[in-house]
């Protein structure tokens, strides 16, 4: 972690990993500084980039989203032209929530979100597979979420 960061700088980045929605105000209180302060911690924390964005985190199941399939794509060739074609492909798709490139036997890891097993298939036919350059796609339904965070550890 970069030493720039301070014990208070650090106690502000996991109380906004675990409730974003938190005022300056209840932020200040729960690190021990006034309102000022903390808001220019903050401001700070977002300028030099430790804080990307603040976003709602939805419940994937009450909006019907039932599916999550990992996905192993192989590419047929890895010229600068292939990789950056499929790359742009997959930003295009909603259903991909994350896209890795990966080290070993396949290029890509995919994580995909659908409603249920019949759309995950259609979305395999008609529109991954339809990119040019994929040799192989393994796809991995997943049964039973046992961690799902996007906190970091930052102790």
Known sequence: MSEKLDS?????LQLLQQEGNLSATELADRVGLSQSPCWRRI???QQEGYINKKVALLNRQKLGLGIVVFVNIKLSAHGWHMLNEFENAIVGFPEVVECWTMSGGMDYTLRVVTHDIDSYEQFLRRRLLQLPHIQ????????????????LPLG
Do not use: G
């Open 8 to 12: 208070i700088d650090r106690k502000l």
């Open 136 to 151: 192989e796609a393994q796809s991995h339904i997943t049964m039973t979420e046992v961690k799902n965070t996007t906190e």
């Open 43 to 45: 401001n700070r924390l």
